[in-house]
């Protein structure tokens, strides 16, 4: 709905087109994505269910897999219940407050994802290159570590959503996204938003390249290290331990810097941005147990 007030129309809820473009699969989308949630949220709560009641499963490694399935349950939670009801019921009117709400919960735990994906990378890179001290180290560091994602998140979003949501909206209020995102926020103001777009780039940069940059060297030196591993038993378990979060990683910060790094309203930003907060939420439960031999020891244990 859009008011007007002293001469000037003001805005007071936005239309999420979603995907209108594919409004003949409408059903079929609803169920695809609804299944897809469900498995979400039910593989990421049994993964942190695992964790918790196996004793085997309590190191350092699992503790940061246990809280970055609790960050993939919000993350998802957050942006698709608003899809499935578009999809289904066509509630695609969102209220100013709700929209910025979403906006801050969505950008924080995107980004804590991110900084958590680097810490468990850094995990895996002490546990190689110096495993002697490994355990003494994370006993120190684990719930700090643990800690500063969220709170670094929980900042960053602040700041994003305080310099969008204090932009003017006092024309169009139409969203060509399935959620309330920075950039197709920022194109509808009706006044100038280079600080909040260049806030957004920024951000984008320090959380999500830098962070990619740093696991990318944590890799890269964890992968000189095992290869200087005298026998192929000793190979295969150090990168045993690595692949699944390398997998993860890789799914994550490709498709989301894409939209981020250098934000911008593409009509092919959406699908995109589908991509990293609905279909890879769903395959991390499954890489994560799969490629993973204590995890799935510890599942047949349980049931």
Known sequence: MITSGFNQTIVTEFILLAFGDLHQFRILLFMAVLLIYITCVSGNVIIYLLIKLDASLHTPMYYFISVFAILEIIFVSTIV??????????????????????????????????????????????????????LRIMSQACTKLALFPWIT??????VLTI???????????????????????????????YLSSMATSVTGIVG??????IIFGFYTHIIIKVLAIKTECGKQKAFSTCSSHLIVSGLFFCTAMAVYVKPSDKHHNK??????????????PFIYTLRNKDVKRAFIKLF
Request: charge should be negative; glycine fraction near 4%; include cysteine.
């Open 271 to 284: 699908y995109l941005a589908f991509i990293y907060t609905v279909i890879i939420p769903v395959l991390n």
């Open 163 to 193: 310099f969008t949501a204090s932009l003017q909206y006092c024309g169009l209020n139409i969203i060509n996204h399935f959620f309330c995102e920075l950039a197709p926020l920022q194109k509808l103001a009706c006044s100038d938003s």
């Open 153 to 158: 998140g929980i900042m960053a979003s602040s």
């Open 208 to 213: 999500l390249l830098l962070p990619f940059i």
């Open 81 to 134: 219940p608003k899809l499935l009801d578009i999809l289904i019921a066509g509630g695609n009117r969102i209220i100013f407050a709700s929209c910025f709400l979403q906006l801050f919960c969505a950008v924080a735990a995107g980004e804590a994802e991110c900084l958590l994906l680097t810490v468990m990378a850094f995990d895996r890179h002490l546990a190689i290159t110096n495993p002697l001290n490994y």
